[in-house]
Structure formats: structure tokens, C-alpha cells
């Protein structure tokens, strides 16, 4: 099947909409555990990036969980499509010239390697939200480690699913004695010398 489908040539490419958009467009994904800061923080960076005329989006659990990929659980193989479908929707909003952020626990190395080879290596800045799964399981946001120490909830990522560190990500947060205004402020200078300011003329 795949051998007929055959890409057409669109003549509005990734470059002019950047140029429209006047600066370029990449991927700031953030994985951590679940209450380990990923939205939180995603959030405020994307306020502070808005402000400054850019385009942006954010792709988070409610937007995908519930919509596009509300046919998937958290075994490990519906984690690993969560996570390529993901990256290929980013992919989409980065060729549209928006900087996208992505906040997904992601939690195997190989899934996160895949993003990377979706977008490609330069449009990909991975963020470590560095949080130990006591201080998660402390501020249990959501309820969920209550449920899953419980039993109620299976393959709860930190608890009874892996969590595989990221070993050498682009920013590390650890955001146990950090503000998040902090945490986000640590974001926004690694990204912004990264954000190439162009002209539509
Ligand atoms: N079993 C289990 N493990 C981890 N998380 C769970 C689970 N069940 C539900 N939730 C809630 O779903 C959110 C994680 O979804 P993700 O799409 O980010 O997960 S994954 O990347 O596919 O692993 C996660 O959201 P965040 O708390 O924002 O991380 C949880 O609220
Ligand atoms: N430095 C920090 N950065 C991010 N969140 C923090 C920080 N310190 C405390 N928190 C709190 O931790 C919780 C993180 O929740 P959330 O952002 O939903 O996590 P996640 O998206 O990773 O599941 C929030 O209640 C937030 O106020």
C-alpha cells in the first residue's frame, strides 16, 4: 500500500511560513514522571514565548489523550504509538512555522530517540523535569499514586511501570528547590539564542 502514496510537491514550504512568521520552528519537549512539573512549567515558557510575538503551541495529555489518541492505554506498546503520533502531529506544527511544545512522561529512551528521528536532531530540545517520584507521590497532583499504591491504577509509570532517564538531555530541571517562574526562566535562556528572528521581506 505504502509503495502508492506518493507525496504532492506544495509549493508553500517550511521556510516560507517561517519567514511569514518571521522566526524559525522547533520542538521543546519536556518528560518527567506525572506531577514531576512537565505542564506546569510548559505553560509559563509558552506565556513568556507568546508575549514576545512568537508563534506557539502547546501539545499536552488533555489535547491528545482525550482526542486523537483516545484509543490508547498505558501498556508499553500504546505508549510507544502515544508517542509517535505525537511526534508526527509536531512534526505537522513545526513544517506550519509554530514553536511547539510537547509534555508527555515519555518515559522509554527508544520512544524519545524516535521523536528525534521524526523531527529531526535540530528540531528537537529534550527537557529532563527532574523530579524524584517521592516528591511526584508528595504532590500527587491528580490523585494517581494514591490509586495506583492502591491497585487501582496498573502500569503507573515510577511506581509499577519504568521510568528510563533521559542521559543526556538539552536542559535538566530539577524542581525540587526550584519556583517554577525559575524553572521556566531556565527553559527560555536555552531556547531563546536558539530562536533565529527572520524578516518576510
Ligand atoms: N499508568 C499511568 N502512568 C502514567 N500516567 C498516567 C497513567 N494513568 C493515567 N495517567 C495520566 O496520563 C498522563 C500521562 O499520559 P502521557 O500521554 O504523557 O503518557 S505516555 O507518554 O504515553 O507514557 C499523566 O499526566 P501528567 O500527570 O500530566 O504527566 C497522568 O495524569
Ligand atoms: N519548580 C517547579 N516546577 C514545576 N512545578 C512545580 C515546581 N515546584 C512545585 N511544582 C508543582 O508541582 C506540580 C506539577 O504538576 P504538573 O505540572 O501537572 O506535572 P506534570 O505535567 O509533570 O504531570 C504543580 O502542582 C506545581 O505547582
Redesign the pocket.
Known amino acids: 500500500m505504502k509503495e502508492n502514496i506518493i507525496a504532492h510537491d506544495y509549493q508553500i514550504s517550511r521556510k516560507d511560513r517561517q519567514k511569514y512568521n518571521q522566526h524559525n520552528s522547533f520542538l521543546i519537549w519536556f518528560t ?5 512539573g ?2 506546569t512549567i510548559a505553560n509559563v515558557v509558552e506565556q513568556k514565548l507568546f508575549q514576545q510575538g512568537i508563534k506557539t503551541y502547546t501539545l ?2 488533555d489535547n ?2 482525550k482526542g486523537i ?1 483516545n484509543d ?1 492505554t ?1 501498556s508499553p506498546e ?2 510507544t504509538e ?2 509517535r503520533r ?1 511526534a508526527e502531529v509536531s512534526n505537522l506544527m513545526i513544517d506550519a512555522g509554530v514553536v511547539t511544545l510537547a ?5 522509554y529512551k527508544k ?1 524519545r530517540l524516535n521523536i528525534k528521528s521524526i523531527v529531526k536532531g535540530d528540531n528537537f530540545i529534550e527537557i529532563y523535569v527532574n523530579t524524584s517520584v517521592e516528591e511526584c507521590e508528595r504532590r500527587d ?2 490523585g ?1 499514586y494514591k490509586k ?1 499504591r492502591a491497585g487501582e ?5 515510577g511506581i509499577s ?1 519504568p521510568y528510563e532517564a533521559p542521559v543526556a538531555p538539552d536542559i535538566e530541571i530539577k524542581t525540587e528547590n526550584m519556583s517554577v517562574e525559575d524553572a521556566a526562566n531556565q527553559v527560555v535562556e536555552y531556547i531563546l539564542p536558539k530562536l533565529k528572528l527572520l524578516s518576510n521581506e
Open positions: 518527567g514522571l506525572s506531577g514531576s512537565k505542564s499536552d495529555g491528545i489523550r489518541n490508547l498505558f500504546d505508549r502515544n508517542i505525537i509534555a508527555f512522561v515519555s518515559p520512544d497532583t491528580k494517581l495506583a491504577i496498573k502500569n503507573m509509570t511501570a
